[in-house]
């Protein structure tokens, strides 16, 4: 199964991540955890350049970039993880695309499902968790952490407000997403992630 993890930064998404991974492993199944941009040598690379406080980088360029990193991802990792019967758990996948230089950036919605589907083949996530979070309450965060902010994380909050919406809608328009709120504890939050994966695993 092909599960994702999608948020705004600062929602939380990594830290979930590791509760189900671990509490799945516990269980005796096989989890590969990655993320977006990155999980290959190319997908780290490109991250770098992405996530530059020196690069001037335009919107189509930025869309480019992550499904540059996201074609390699797929076809190096995650497929191959997919056919060895593994669960994949992946931090950020298309939707991110769709929220971030979508709703963010005002990107057409339907040529970046384009630009996405050459770089997936028709790969889609089993089930996307939104973690909804509060750009305030990810400044908070961010802050708290005390490390430089990235060329993402430096937009102004009404960009994050925008990808927040996104993330939204795109889970109100799907049919395999939920949506939990970030402002959980880390416990509450796994629980309702691993019921949503059992869901999905007696959905069939
Ligand atoms: P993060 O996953 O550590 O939060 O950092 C990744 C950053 O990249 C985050 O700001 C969101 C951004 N991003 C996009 O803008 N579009 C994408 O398609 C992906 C995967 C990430």
Redesign the pocket.
């Known amino acids: 199964m092909f599960a994702v993890i999608e948020g705004i ?1 600062g929602s939380g ?1 990594s830290t979930l991540q590791a509760g189900v991974a671990e509490a799945l492993r516990a269980r005796g199944r096989r989890v590969t955890t990655t ?3 990155g999980g290959s040598p190319l997908g780290d690379a490109i ?1 770098s350049i ?2 530059s406080t020196e690069l001037e980088v335009i919107p189509v360029a ?1 869309a480019m970039l ?1 499904n540059a990193a ?1 074609a390699q991802h797929v076809a190096a990792l995650i497929r191959p993880a997919l056919e060895r019967g593994e669960t994949v758990i992946c ?4 939707d ?2 769709l929220a ?2 979508g709703y ?1 950036r005002g990107l057409d919605l339907s040529m970046l499902r384009g630009l996405c589907d050459l770089a997936v083949g028709g790969l889609e996530a089993d089930l996307t968790i939104v973690l909804d979070c509060d750009p305030t309450l990810s400044r908070r965060r961010l802050d708290a952490r005390g490390s430089a902010r ?1 060329r ?2 430096n937009e102004r909050l009404g960009f994050h407000e925008r990808v927040r919406e996104g993330f939204l809608a795109l889970a109100r328009g799907g049919t395999r997403h939920v949506v939990l709120d970030a402002a959980e504890t880390p416990e509450n939050l796994v629980a309702a992630a691993l019921a949503a994966i059992d869901g999905v695993g007696s959905r069939g």
């Open positions: 930064e998404k993320r977006e941009p991250r992405f996530l930025e992550v996201r931090d950020r996948f298309v991110s695309t971030y230089q963010g990235d993402l994380e």
